[in-house]
């Protein structure tokens, strides 16, 4: 039987149960997009238009653009996206670097001590960044490190996420690999960069998207240990617009909108990837 | 919030080989010798070639991690205000605690955080997951909706949500539409913190939504099938097949439910700063208004303490329970 047929002969049932569906997951759907569609017609409403009220007016008639040029001049846009930028493109390779040269020998190398190093990397996910803020934040002014970028990069270099993963993958690799390798005269740095390494790659760029997120929303950590406007990232000036633009809801959501743009740009264009190796990590 | 899932999490995405990864894990155990660690081969290079590759991660850790552990004890036994050099004070630190009004109230506000945010992070995804693993076209792009929140920053959800819960916002229009209202969400005592609440549940959802659908989509579709033409019905099949299925999974969503209800201080100092009128003051915010606004960082430690003991015990608590189960 045709696939033409199966269909011709679906009762009128099933397309009332599948229109209602429908519904049901677009109601749903505008509960989660919902707000950021109502935060990107507020950028763009004219002051004319009111943006609160009952009925609330979704379209903005006309359609202006004068807010994202605002929010851009009243605080330091273009510097604090750059610094944004900045972190992700320095934290991220390293993030990765680290992370593999820590997994690895926990995969593959016998040492003493393996099993207590492994575990003192696990349980850095026990300390909640609340925790650690005041203590992460005097060791930077021993350190002689508060209000700089690296203090800001070397809390996000090394992550159990990163090391479990890495480990994970370096585990399953098979043994002959590293072996044909050996036989060919590579040393041990260099079986890891020319032959483990390039084998990590889709683990590694999952690490990568879920590093690059978290960094580009990171807030608290920031908030804490810079002073200097010029250094904060992206998501920090967020909050700084709140204060700058007082009550006038335009201008804070255009910025808003504008700091979203690249992280959403991103997740959409990686959706799959990004969903499916969640589900993947989850399922082991 | 990604960060903390390394060891719940059972490793890397499925292998596109027929073999899974549990295959191949069983395969090398089985040729290991006893005891042996895993990993087929022994190191060739020198002694402290391991300890070379793991220099970058142990010095960070000892930065970012050890370090700051053996000042936050230190600091939790001193009186220190940032200014002038710490002095030590015993264990006045830890019975200011006891007799502390705003400690205790913190403290309530955190387990109420929990109470509310659990169901939030373990019930309602599964309906959210079972929604997305309906097998129509077109399905991902609600998937994607839906874990649309989980990417955005904090800063810009608080935004966002801030405009729909005003006074004459879109919520309270929703509100007056079936004659309730107008709340003031975020300046009401009583609804401020169900709001910061919701507001973190929602902001996350779509991440415990995407635990469970890998989850769903483990479980072979001969069983569902063959209960459906057993005549079992959805419900029924729900109750006997997804979520005894599900067991394991919700021990995950449960952990990190609870780690993530106490770490809330970036929401509530986004939405509330604690107010109104300490409505939202939680354990996490008190900490940071301690230290930074009070300059209090020796007490600041010591609650931080506080907090720390009660997520080891939540974490053992949950782990004891799950395991009972099994």
């Not at chain 2, 997951?129 to 874990?147: C, D, E, M, T, W």
């Not at chain 2, 801030?162 to 007056?176: D, Y």
Request: glycine share 6%; proline share 7%.
């Amino acid at each position: 039987m045709s696939a033409d047929t199966v269909r011709r002969q679906r009762p009128a049932s099933f397309w009332v149960r599948r229109c209602l569906l429908y519904l049901l997951l677009a109601v749903v759907a505008l509960g989660f997009v919902g707000p950021f569609v109502l935060l990107l017609s507020t950028a763009m409403k004219p002051e004319t238009q009111s943006v609160y009220g009952f009925p609330p007016s979704i379209v903005p008639l006309p359609p202006v653009f004068d807010w994202f040029v605002d929010a851009w001049t009243l605080i330091p846009f273009a510097r604090m996206l750059l610094n944004s930028v900045l972190y992700v493109v320095i934290t991220i390779p390293l993030y990765l670097l680290v992370s593999a040269m820590t997994a690895w020998p926990l995969a593959r190398m016998r040492f003493r001590g393996r099993g207590v190093f492994f575990i003192l990397f696990l349980s850095l996910m026990f300390m909640p960044a609340e925790i650690m803020l005041v203590p992460r934040f005097l060791v930077m002014s021993q350190l002689d490190l508060t209000d700089s970028y690296t203090a800001v990069i070397l809390v996000a270099l090394l992550s159990s996420l990163g090391v479990f993963l890495l480990r994970q993958t370096f585990a399953e690799m098979p043994g002959e690999i590293i072996e044909a390798a050996r036989i060919d005269g590579a040393n041990e740095w260099g079986i890891f960069w020319r032959i483990a390494l390039p084998i990590t790659k889709p683990t590694m760029a999952v690490l990568a998207i879920l590093g690059f997120i978290s960094v580009w929303n990171s807030f608290i950590w920031p908030l804490v240990v810079l002073t200097t406007q010029d250094k904060f990232p992206i998501a920090l000036g967020i909050a700084y617009l709140t204060g700058v633009t007082g009550t006038d809801m335009r201008g804070l959501a255009a910025g808003t909108v504008m700091s979203l743009v690249p992280v959403i740009a991103i997740f959409i264009v990686l959706q799959r990837r990004i969903l499916s190796s969640m589900g993947g990590a989850v399922k082991g | 919030m990604t960060d903390h899932l390394g060891p719940v999490l059972g490793g890397k995405p499925a292998p596109p080989s027929a073999e899974t990864a549990a295959d191949r894990r069983k395969r090398r155990r089985a040729r290991r010798r006893p005891g042996a660690p895993r990993g087929s081969r022994v190191t060739q290079g020198r002694w402290y070639t391991p300890y070379l590759f793991m220099l970058p991660g142990l010095v960070l850790f000892a930065i970012i991690f050890a370090w700051p552990v053996v000042l936050a004890l230190q600091m939790s036994v001193s009186s220190y205000d940032i200014i002038s050099p710490p002095t030590f004070v015993g264990l006045e630190n830890f019975e200011r605690l006891l007799v502390d009004p705003r400690f205790h109230h913190a403290l309530t506000n955190s387990l109420l955080f929990l109470v509310l945010y659990t169901p939030l992070a373990v019930v309602v995804p599964l309906f959210l997951a079972l929604l997305v693993n309906l097998k129509v076209p077109g399905i991902q792009s609600f998937r994607v909706a839906y874990f649309l929140p989980v990417v955005t920053s904090m800063v810009a959800v608080a935004v966002a949500w801030r405009f729909l819960l005003n006074q004459a916002g879109v919520v309270n229009w929703l509100l007056s539409l079936v004659g309730l209202g107008p709340v003031d969400f975020l300046l009401d005592t009583s609804w401020a913190l169900p709001t910061v609440v919701a507001i973190e549940g929602w902001k996350n959802m779509g991440f415990y939504m995407m635990i469970y659908l890998a989850a769903l989509q483990g479980i072979p579709r001969e069983h569902l099938e063959s209960a459906t033409l057993d005549g079992a019905s959805g419900l029924q099949r729900l109750r006997h097949i997804i979520v005894p299925a599900l067991m394991p999974f919700f021990a995950v969503t449960l952990t990190l439910g609870m780690l993530e209800a106490m770490k809330n201080f970036e929401t509530v100092y986004i939405m509330t700063r604690g107010g109104p009128q300490d409505a939202t003051l939680t354990l996490g915010y008190y900490i940071w208004h301690l230290a930074f606004e009070r300059s209090q960082m020796g007490y600041a430690n010591t609650v931080g303490i506080f907090m720390w003991v009660l997520m080891i015990g939540f974490a053992l608590l949950n782990l004891t329970v799950t395991r009972r189960k099994d």
